[in-house]
């Protein structure tokens, strides 16, 4: 069967239904007086997965530009700990921390700085009491961004206390499962971040009490940063799975309305110009089978009456040799 109909543009929607009439077998097409039956199915099941494969496609389309965009908005916060070693040369010591490939946080970011010291509960320790610790950002360029000082001092145990820990932890302490230490957290800067300039470098110092030159004692230190998103960016970080299927929805349902819209009678040709096109090529067979069954009669008539024409002429022969 062929549908002689032209196209003015082409159509992959109707090339393949036009392939499917072309592959159904001639007895389905005989059933129920010559009504193609396993044309229309296949008719309705090309048409239904040429609009899936278009859907599909929109929703991938869709996906890929909603994840796209919610990442594009969303910034991860920046979480940095790492050991550091003061140098106990100085007066002051100093212990710098480098970002590894130029700067690491984001403009925008509140950047809080904070340091971890594992100090020993010694006297000593209990005895040098305040001590000043600094710490900067450093620009790429060397200049300072940011300045800030707080002073730091071993958290206070009174002797009742300390006597009764080493009566309870005698034990643990002489097998060396615990040991007599502190580690003592001090927040040291915050900062946002700006364009320019950027920060690369962060350093600490440790400067003595005013009148003193005695500086803590400490096993270990180390600094910890963190950032802070800006609020808007915080929330898509935080909420960015939900977002993504959200945004993802809103997209595909926008494209499908462009789809519906704009390129209806390319993207779907069944609800428009390929149902008439076979509507047409329907009523053209009906036309086709109309004139075949009008030429079965005329055939059968001719036959009948060349039947009759040759039944007839015996008679007449007879009558004429008894005259």
Known sequence: M????????????????????????????????????????AM???????????????????TVVGVGVVRSWAEQPVYVKESVHFDYSDAHPTALLTFGNGPAVPPGHTIFVSLSLLMPDSDYNRDVGIFQLS????????????????PSMLRFRSWPIRYARTFLMGMPLVFGMTSETQRVTFPALKHREAAYPRTEDIRLTLIP????????QFYDAEVVVNSRPPWLKEVVYRWKLTLSVWTSLYIFVMLVMLLVLFLKPLIFPATSGGGKCYEEAEQQEAASEERQVSESIERWQTRRSKRKAALLQPSSITLATNN
């Open 209 to 216: 009490r005013a009148g003193t030159s005695a500086l803590p």
């Open 135 to 150: 710490a900067e950002l450093i620009s790429g360029q060397g200049s300072v961004i940011a300045r800030s000082s707080h």
């Open 44 to 62: 309705g099941v090309a048409a239904a997965a040429y609009v899936l494969m278009v859907l599909i496609v929109a929703m991938v389309a869709a």
């Open 2 to 41: 062929e549908f002689n109909t032209t196209y003015k543009h082409p159509n992959p929607f109707l090339f393949c239904t036009k392939l499917l009439s072309y592959c159904t077998p001639p007895f389905f097409w005989r059933m129920g007086g010559g009504t193609p039956l396993l044309g229309r199915v």
